[in-house]
């Protein structure tokens, strides 16, 4: 009996207990979790704010604005004080491009092939050079044209210029056999009649010159509208056309054809713009001195000056541009680099 009872409870312990446990209640602990990774974040949130605080200039310090694209919201502003050189304090700090006021795209006045280009991007051309030729077949044709019919007329002219002098002197020969009674007076009238003839036909070939000659400007100026001039000097930054390509003055065939051969730009007229927030423009005025540095050397600056504020504000951006001239650039100034600016308030300035 004994025996079997301590098999019994051999048999119970290997038994597989399949009722079902109770549930531990594990919210509590899911609470208390997120109790503290928030109070954790609250305190790192704390201290990063005060020393941000703490790091922040006092409101005395000048403003510094940083220019933005169309298509940005308006510049930020930002406290900034700085000496610069000893030529004054900055007053206000501001981002901006280099642009040229002289800049041009270089089109025939019409539309043609082009057979020659002779210019490269960088190449350096004067006012008046010629940058390229279109074919001028047909109007070098027109031109030889006007040119034969001129050469005509001139010896048409001449014909009657000899024919005048003849008719003259034979009116003073039968005028003089008139009033010996050799001669009638109808023959005195014809031979007046026939030289006032030629006096009106003399005319006719005058003017006939004249138009002549006209027309062989007109074509003439055909023909050097086939040949594209540089308009002012400067340097040619961009190559639009080929030999063999079709250039136009507008826009044709579907945005296909050329509108222009190069594009030149004056370097002499390059200067700085930038866009000044509306609520620090009271710090500009003209003529006053800029220090300009260019972002690929900015430890390089300028000496500029303010030229104009331009009498209106973008109210997308809620900013003034304003117009700098750079005093002393040099060759590593080019157009559309980016610059910074600070205007700068010398001592007893208004």
Same mark, same amino acid.
């Given at each position: ?15 597989? !207990? ?10 509590? *602990? ?11 974040? &609250? ?8 020393? !941000? ?19 940005? %919201? ?7 004080? /700085? ?11 501001? #981002?901006?491009? +280099? +642009? ?35 074919? /001028? ?16 007329? *001139? ?7 000899? @024919? ?9 020969? #039968? ?19 026939? &030289? /006032? ?9 005058? @003017? ?10 007109? @074509? ?7 040949? +594209?001039?540089?308009?002012?000097? $400067?340097?040619? *930054? ?14 044709? $065939? ?17 200067? *700085? ?24 050397? %900015?430890?390089?600056?300028? @000496? ?14 809620? #900013? ?31």
């Amino acid at each position: 009996m004994t025996e079997r009872s301590d098999t019994r409870a051999l048999l119970d312990e290997l038994r597989i !207990d399949r009722r079902p446990r109770p549930r531990r209640h594990r919210m509590p *602990v899911l609470v208390a979790l997120i109790v503290l990774v928030a109070i954790g974040a &609250l305190a790192f949130w704390w201290r990063a704010d005060d020393g !941000d605080v703490a790091s922040q200039p006092t409101p005395a310090n000048t403003a510094s604005v940083s220019e933005t694209k169309p298509s940005t %919201p308006a510049p930020l502003v930002t406290p900034a004080a /700085d000496d610069v050189s000893g030529a004054g304090t900055s007053v206000l700090d501001a #981002t901006g491009y +280099v +642009v040229a006021r002289r800049k041009a795209t270089v089109s025939a006045e019409v539309t043609g092939r082009v057979t020659e280009v002779f210019i490269e991007e960088g190449q350096t051309v004067a006012a008046g050079e010629l940058l390229a030729r279109l074919d /001028d077949a047909a109007p070098r044709a027109q031109l030889d044209l006007a040119q034969a019919q001129l050469d005509a007329a *001139v010896s048409s002219a001449k014909e009657i210029a000899l @024919q005048h002098a003849q008719a003259e002197r034979d009116l003073v020969r #039968t005028t003089r056999l008139a009033e010996r009674g050799l001669a009638s007076p109808a023959a005195v009238e014809r031979d007046r009649l026939a &030289l /006032d003839a030629l006096v009106a036909r003399q005319d006719v070939a005058r @003017q006939q010159v004249t138009v002549h000659e006209r027309g062989l400007a007109v @074509q003439a100026r055909a023909l050097e509208e086939r040949e +594209v001039r540089a308009p002012f000097a $400067g340097v040619v *930054v961009a190559k639009a056309a080929q030999p063999g390509e079709i250039i136009s003055p507008i826009s044709a $065939g579907g945005g296909f054809t050329r509108t222009g051969i190069c594009t030149i730009v004056d370097m002499s007229s390059l200067e *700085v713009e930038v866009d000044v927030n509306e609520a620090y423009i009271n710090r500009v005025y003209s003529e006053q001195p800029v220090e300009v540095r260019l972002n690929a050397y %900015p430890d390089a600056p300028y @000496q500029a000056a303010v030229i104009a504020i331009i009498p209106s504000a973008d109210r997308n951006k809620a #900013t003034v541009r304003v117009r700098i001239r750079l005093l002393g650039p040099d060759a590593r100034v080019l157009p559309d680099m980016g610059v910074r600016v600070a205007f700068l308030e010398t001592p007893g300035a208004a």
